[in-house]
């Protein structure tokens, strides 16, 4: 049972990168699941995330309208399509899956955003 993430990187301000979770041992269309990231020095912050019983997005403040979160049941993924990316949007990023007691998280995946 794991969460595999791909699609962390280098890129330049103003530019996009589209982060993947795939799922394995498990089906994630019974789960909540969420994407966060923890820049260096700092705490693990909640990005965005999607309900498993309505499918209501939630967003930070700081990401909302420049990340968007989706999940794809067949493919048995997860992804963030980040837009517009910006130097404080460096940090390692986790993706989370979640119902009740049942949490599962990504490995994590490095973002750097540099000019």
């Known amino acids: 049972v794991q969460l595999q993430a791909s699609g962390g990187g280098l890129v330049q301000p103003g530019n996009s990168l589209r982060l993947s979770c795939t799922a394995s041992?498990?089906?994630?269309?019974?789960?909540?699941i969420g994407w966060f990231r923890q820049a260096p020095g700092k705490e693990r912050e909640g990005l965005a995330s999607?309900?498993?019983?309505?499918?209501?997005?939630y967003y930070a403040d700081h990401v909302k309208g420049r990340f968007t979160i989706s999940r794809d049941n067949a493919k048995n993924t997860l992804t963030l399509q980040m837009n517009n990316l910006k130097f404080d949007d460096t940090a390692v990023y986790y993706c989370?899956?979640?119902?009740?007691?049942?949490?599962?998280w990504g490995q994590g995946t490095l973002v750097t955003v540099s000019s």
């Open positions: 989370r899956a979640r119902e009740g007691d049942y949490v599962y």
């Open positions: 999607i309900s498993n019983t309505d499918d209501k997005t």
């Open positions: 041992g498990f089906s994630l269309d019974r789960y909540a």
